[in-house]
């Protein structure tokens, strides 16, 4: 199958990195919750086999995760919020959680990874606009409990397309980790999601039958550097709007766009 790539379809790339760097700037919503839809609308559009829809999103978001990851780490470095020692131990369960979920993801139909992204664009839409935060209930595990819930936010979040960011946050505040370290621990985490995920998806789709062109397994790079490129470039912007906007109600304007979005997901 030969797709081809049309200015019309850069340009929607070039806005879905725009919109995705920019609302995750300003809000700290996951890119990959406002990637993953938009991809699965655009892949549509360009005819790819229905079959790997969610497969081809899904793992391009991700891929887009291994660059903005990075970039947000070393800012977030740099002020020194990074928690290194609690990132080297949650590390393995990450690679091993992200690995098993990419060959999860290859296993089960697009259309069901369409309904549990959907519900979980649900969910993330209710948390936002209830602006729900756990409250601290323990230090952090030891190094099995947390290998354990690495990988299980490793899992979840390649099946969902994230860096994890919407998982690990909640579940650092819990550990009585303060928001800006758990912020910051939570983009170094997404690295190696998001390396092991791409990486894995990549090989167990590379001898899929009707593969777009332009496509490495199921990642379809054009998409990703565009978006990455984007994202970069407009992040900083808004986080600086952050401090002008009134993100209050930001916030809940993009949750009931979240849940409507995730409704479409189930019923599309």
Known sequence: MLPEI?????????????????????TGLSGGVIIVPILHFLFMTQEFPLNMLMQLAVTTSLATIIVTSLSATYMHDRKGSVLW????????????GASLGALLADFVSSGVLRIVFGLF???VGIQMWLNFKPKAH?????????????FGIGLLSTLMGIGGGTLTVPFLLWCN??????????SACGFPIAVAATIALVIVGWNEEAIPAH????????AAIIISAMTILFAPLGARLAHYLPIVILKRIFSVLLVMVGTQMLVS
């Open 138 to 150: 323990s230090a952090l595990p030891g190094t099995l409990g947390l290998v354990s819930s690495g």
């Open 121 to 123: 664009e649900i969910l």
């Open 177 to 186: 980790i303060n928001m800006r370290n758990a912020v910051a621990v939570s």
């Open 6 to 26: 049309t200015i019309q379809i850069i340009v929607f790339y070039t806005l879905t990195g725009f919109f995705a760097g920019l609302v995750g700037g300003m």
């Open 85 to 96: 020692a609690p990132v080297r131990r949650i590390a393995p369960g990450l690679l091993i």
């Open 215 to 222: 496509s490495l397994g199921y990642l379809y790079w054009p």
